[in-house]
């Protein structure tokens, strides 16, 4: 299994700004992706992180507004930028384990954003 | 489109015995997961069913029917520990993961 965190865990910020959240992972992956949780409702994948290359983002997603870096293979950013009321969320970063031959997802904690 | 549809909320009394539901509809398939995530924690997996039929892991037991797009999840001997979200996921033909929203089980002493 693949232990990951997250930066910050929650964060409270004003319409407009940007916030960074950052995920580590222990061990090196291939892909990392980034999720995001509305209460009461399912996750919805924003993009792919893939290391050295442009993260691959999902219909809806756009990178300008979500920009994604990837510098190595443990490590990845997910920037909510120009941030409204809307983009409150929980954001999560989750890794596929390897050691099984399904390649279920670990995630880590999470990172809850209130936007005011 | 793509499609999982899960109960929003059960309730269940310690103790006993609960099914939950998944149904899907996704361009192909290649397996189905069923994750449990607790209030304000991320999701953690729970089993994983590719082929028809029954997995049993302990206190919980996951069953596919591909031909009825059709899983549950089922609980035996719950806990107050138990009272979680119930995550239903599918992997379809591009290898990508379709999420249910998710089933609140409410467990009662």
């Known amino acids: 299994s693949a232990v990951i965190s997250q930066k910050p865990s929650r964060d409270i910020c004003q319409r407009g700004t940007s916030l960074t959240i950052q995920c580590q992972v222990d061990?090196?992956?291939?892909?990392m992706f980034w999720y995001r949780q509305q209460p009461g409702q399912s996750l919805t994948l924003i993009a792919t992180?893939?290391?050295?290359?442009?993260?691959?983002?999902e219909s809806g997603f756009v990178i300008d507004k979500f920009p994604i870096s990837r510098p190595n293979l443990t490590f990845s950013t997910l920037t909510v930028s120009n941030m409204s009321p809307e983009d409150s969320s929980i954001y999560l970063c989750?890794?596929?384990?390897?050691?099984?031959?399904?390649?279920?997802?670990?995630f880590g904690p999470g990172t809850r954003l209130t936007v005011l | 489109g793509q499609n999982i549809d899960q109960p929003t909320e059960m309730t269940a009394t310690e103790g006993a015995i609960v099914q939950i539901n998944c149904t899907y509809q996704?361009?192909?398939?290649?397996?189905l997961f069923w994750y449990q995530q607790h209030a304000g924690e991320a999701p953690t997996f729970l089993s994983y069913?590719?082929l028809d039929g029954l997995e049993e892991k302990g206190r919980f037991s996951s069953f596919l029917s591909r031909s009825k797009g059709y899983s549950y999840l089922l609980l035996k001997e719950l806990q107050m520990k138990d009272s979680a979200s119930y995550l239903c996921?599918?992997?379809?033909?591009?290898?990508?993961?379709?999420w249910g929203a998710g089933t609140k089980l409410i467990i009662k002493p």
């Open positions: 989750s890794v596929e384990g390897t050691e099984s031959s399904y390649n279920e997802q670990f």
């Open positions: 061990s090196q992956v291939t892909m």
């Open positions: 992180a893939n290391q050295g290359s442009e993260a691959t983002y």
């Open positions: 996704t361009s192909g398939f290649n397996g």
């Open positions: 069913n590719v």
């Open positions: 996921a599918v992997r379809d033909s591009n290898y990508q993961l379709i």
